[in-house]
């Protein structure tokens, strides 16, 4: 464990969570998860969702980039078979989510710990220094 988990003796785990009926605790994703296009927090792993429902894709996510004024604009890294159709799929995501994505990276995969949870910062990264095919 480091100690940014710590924090006036309490350990945060980064996930998001409510309290809703019955008192019960509902979580709804990691807050390093989020990202704030346009004012509007949004959760990466909902994106996400939204993406891998599209035909040809096998893996996708979504990821934050700053342009050069600082604003947050919206990425895809996507794993993709034959089936993927890159102007079908952007007509499609303008019609299901409120916000325009700047960038789509095709990868032959996504990077990933141990565990398999998304490196978003990892994609974040190889947009600032591009060495992938977008």
Do not use: C, W
Not at 17 to 23: D, E, H, L
Not at 70 to 87: E, K
Request: hydrophobic share 45%.
């Amino acid at each position: 464990m480091t100690k940014k988990f710590f924090k006036n003796g309490f350990f945060y785990t980064g996930d998001i969570g409510r309290i809703v009926s019955n008192n019960r605790l509902e979580l709804g994703g990691r807050a390093d998860d989020v990202l704030n296009l346009d004012g509007v927090k949004v959760n990466a792993g909902d994106l996400d969702r939204i993406a891998l429902a599209q035909l040809g894709v096998l893996d996708a996510a979504a990821f934050g980039v700053q342009n050069d004024k600082g604003v947050t604009q919206l990425a895809y890294a996507l794993v993709v078979d034959s089936d993927f159709d890159l102007d079908f799929f952007g007509k499609v995501m303008h019609k299901k989510m409120p916000h325009k994505i700047e960038f789509i990276y095709k990868l032959e995969f996504l990077p990933r710990n141990e565990v398999g949870k998304l490196l978003r910062n990892d994609l974040a990264e190889l947009h600032a220094h591009p060495a992938i095919e977008s």
